[in-house]
């Protein structure tokens, strides 16, 4: 059974969302505020969570930064506010997934769905380019002998390209292939991805096709 963490601090909002996960099969700890996300996270094993923007003591920002620097996690984030530089943020500091309230329950189970399945890996072997060794089965990817710490994100994103090597790839293909056709956000969400991919690899294999996209080229 998969196990959810969701820290919300209004109590009405986190009883329905936690019921609804319950019935659809989700083990869920909840936490009324950032400082008990935190320790939840700390003292728990969980396969996602879901974190409000606007708490007490641990805001949802604060909460996500230090949730990833420990874990890649997958992490979904509840939010009253849905302007661009928000979203932009929020991504920069490790988030996978916005879901803007109100919203639909059907509409975050499905979230959630996408990114476990997404955490779950595929059934390939290991991928060999250059100093980037990818382990599908573990989830996993090297450079140059050491782990990269990646979210889930980049990880889908680096995979992506890696199969598709040599290949122009549009903003609107990454969104489509990583985000999802119903995702609505900013074609900047690609760009502020590879930046950070960029600098993991030492800005290698990564190259831009002006007025495109991006393209991997093996070394």
Known sequence: MKEILLVEDEDKMRKIIKNYLVK???????????????????????DLAVLDVMMPKIDGWTLCRMIRKESDLPIIMLTARSTEDDELFGFDLGADEYVTKPFSLKILLARIK???????????GGLIIGDIHIDE???????????????????????????????????????????????????????????????????????????????????
Do not use: C
């Open 114 to 124: 996408s990114l476990l399945k997404r955490k779950s890996g595929g059934d390939g």
């Open 137 to 219: 089965k573990s989830h996993r990817i090297t450079y140059k002998g050491e782990i990269l710490d990646l979210t889930p994100k980049e990880y889908e994103m680096l995979l992506f390209m890696v199969k598709n090597k040599d290949t122009a790839i549009t903003r609107e293909r990454f969104l489509n292939q990583i985000w999802g056709y119903d995702y609505y956000g900013d074609l900047r969400t690609v760009d502020t991805h590879v930046k950070q991919l960029r600098k993991k690899l030492d800005n290698r294999y990564i190259k831009t096709v002006r007025g495109i996209g991006y393209r991997f080229e093996g070394e």
């Open 24 to 46: 659809e099969g989700y083990k869920v700890t909840e936490a009324a505020d950032g400082e008990e996300g935190l320790t939840a996270f700390e003292t728990g094993n969980f």
